[in-house]
């Protein structure tokens, strides 16, 4: 690898490593710890994770458009539940998942509560084409080192099925900063995008489900209502099409 692709894809590096030792970790220790242990490490990640879903859902109030944001996530998460549930998708991923990790249940939820987690926000996005465009993986650095400590405790719930969003990490930051790389003169503020900004903001929306779980709050089936994210940002555009035409 050539130092030039080396200072754009850093940051990523740097995610994907602590991650695979946050999680071989939490494996190493789900075992060795005791209940109230375990329990405390998830209590504790749950709570940031709450502060981390709140956040991201505030990028929803930056979005003007015909819609109000809130009603086009409302719209989102309504039909993207519908969708997940009549193509069973929890249980579709489940099935590939268990083939996959030749583990019982939790393998799915946890490789998407993982990547959930540590792929969808604004840190990801920014941190990633900051790292792209100017070489400079702070952002990333401070990321990576939340999303390992965040792994510790994931593995301690959910089991090895964590790791493998070391590969959505690979390939949605790595990906976004070699596209900023490539593309560095023609990329707008991701500020500025309506769909960024509403598939953040849906994300987080879900990453308060993730810690719903987390806390024992409740059970939300949060693969099931995955469609959300590409729908939200597909309904506000209908919206904004619909309003060009007719005006």
């Given amino acids: 690898m050539s130092w030039e692709i080396w200072s754009r894809l850093n940051g990523t590096v740097y995610n994907g490593l602590a991650v695979a030792i946050g999680g071989c970790l939490g494996v190493w220790l789900r075992d060795r710890l005791a209940d109230r242990y375990r329990q405390r490490l998830t209590q504790g990640v749950g709570l940031i994770t709450v502060i981390v879903g709140l956040q991201m859902t505030q990028q929803l109030q930056s979005v003007r458009g015909p819609l109000d944001s809130i009603v086009v996530a409302l719209l989102a998460l309504t039909l993207g539940g519908l969708l997940g549930e009549f193509y069973q998708l929890e249980s579709r991923i489940q099935r590939w998942s268990d083939r996959l990790l030749r583990q019982g249940q939790g393998g799915a939820e946890g490789f998407v509560a993982a990547s ?15 790292n792209g465009l100017n070489g400079d993986p702070r952002l990333l650095l401070i990321k990576g080192t939340m999303d390992g400590l965040s792994a510790i405790a994931l593995a301690g719930s959910y089991g090895r099925s964590i790791l493998f969003s070391i590969g959505t990490i690979a390939i949605s930051q790595g990906g976004m900063s070699l596209t900023a790389a490539l593309l560095s003169q023609g990329i707008p503020d991701p500020s500025q995008l309506p769909a960024l900004l509403l598939f953040t903001g849906t994300g987080g929306l879900l990453i308060l489900a993730i810690a719903a779980n987390l806390l024992g709050v409740a059970r939300l089936p949060t693969i099931t209502f995955l469609p959300a994210l590409i729908l939200a940002p597909a309904i506000d555009w209908v919206a904004r099409s619909l309003v060009s035409l007719l005006a």
Avoid: Q, Y
């Fill in 116 to 130: 959930l987690l540590f792929c969808v926000g604004p840190m990801t996005l920014i941190g990633s084409l900051e």
